[in-house]
């Protein structure tokens, strides 16, 4: 009886012994045996170099004999400078800029373009420019004016150095019937009655069978508006 009672024992402790090490064996984390799985790449769709969130390189304009000065992306066109009395007109643009006043022989093959011109001119007594003004004073961020072919909205009231005004969209109205027009707009005055006018239009626009034109007038004046307003933020007058 004891014989066999000392066998059972020892076969029992053999037993234990021999299972723990695999017990301790299955908590530990086993090595990867297996490839990971396989992640789809989805290939980006392309993009416009205006649409990319990317840092842009400027390049320098001056004229020295009016003061003026201001940056505008190294990969553009211009500038195409023109002076005429006490105004001096400047422009920059994503496709081939030619003089002031000049058509070019035949029609780009670059569509959807941007255009930016800068005029300043100084102490300028014309009336044309301060009815928009007046009219843009009375007007709130987000409202708008229409005539009978005109419609002019405010985005917001804008100071820059000793000049103040406005930027804001003018277009057509929903009854003219003209060639479409639409262009982002600044003007600004200082107590000398110095006038310094921006403006952005889309150029050559490429508009698909059954788009509404503004629409796509739109699209491309949102797609150049950083580079608009680094242009507009950048500009001094001495």
Sequence with gaps: MKKTLTLFLL?????????????????????????????????????????????????????????????????????????SGETIRVSVGSDKVYPYGEAPEQPSEVKNSYYVVIQYTKNDQSQYWKDTYQSLLNLKDGESLSGARSLIIRVRKLDLGRFEGFEYISTLSQTAQTDHVYGREVILIDKQSNLLTISGTPNNVEISQGTEWRDVYRMIDKANLTFFHQIVESITIE
């Design 11 to 83: 076969i029992s402790i053999f037993t234990i012994s021999a299972c723990a090490p695999l017990v301790n064996a299955a908590r530990e984390p086993l090595p990867a045996t297996e490839p990971a799985a396989s992640v789809e790449t989805q290939i980006p769709v392309a993009v416009s170099p205006t649409e990319v969130d990317q840092p842009t390189i400027l390049k320098l304009y001056t004229n020295s004999a009016f003061g003026l000065g201001f940056q505008y992306p190294s990969n553009w066109f211009g500038p195409d400078e023109y002076v």
